[in-house]
């Protein structure tokens, strides 16, 4: 990594001092192909999980972002696709502390797939290299929450369409409208688990990557209250 200008910032501390401290942005060395090429999918998933960490502890790596920039310029070879919810709740970068370069991130209201997210899923992973995908799924979505109370408005009507089928398959006796938080929590995990189903089912040739091994399709929930990932 190479250190440049110092940054002076504020922080409180657990006795709610505030500590004036010097911190020098990072740049991490841009992946080349090759060693893009020597990732396995486990070792991207860990990357991932210690990054989500080091968010929920506050700990986020200071990053140069003009240098960063600069260092992408000839290629990108990012590590893994993450689809996400466009919410704006969840910063996709921040919440797996990553910087310009390191992933593809997806955004559609629901994380649900479609014909254009899965052809730029195949080219982050075909074409791009990348080790993972990631369906990222989160607490308190606007658009589940919509397609539990079977929302009718304009063109949602049609995005709801692809999040009912998750609503019908959670087995459920109690309350099944968006006031039941127990309910929507289940919906939303059977909607990145249809979404990751999806996938395999639509692209042959992000399904014959994961059954050689190149590449994991895997599922998560990310919590607001603590900014958690909790993978399925």
Known sequence: MSSFKKLTIQVESNTGEIITREITPLVEQVLTADEQAALTPDSVIQSLQEGNQRFVEGDLTARDHTEQIRKTVGGQFPKAVILSCVDSRVP?????DKGIGDIFVARVAGNFVNEDILGSMEFGCKVSG?????????????????AVDNV???NITAMLSKIRPAVASV?????????????????????????IQDIRDNSPILKEMEDKGEIKIIGGVYDMDTGKVDFL
């Open 92 to 96: 996709v970068e921040d919440v797996f």
């Open 130 to 146: 990348s080790k993972v995908i990631l369906v990222l799924g989160h607490e308190h979505c606007g658009a589940v929450k919509a």
């Open 152 to 154: 009718k408005l304009g």
């Open 171 to 195: 087995a459920y006796n109690g309350d099944r409208s968006s006031k039941n938080e127990e309910f929507v929590h289940l919906v939303c995990e059977h909607n990145v688990n249809k979404t």
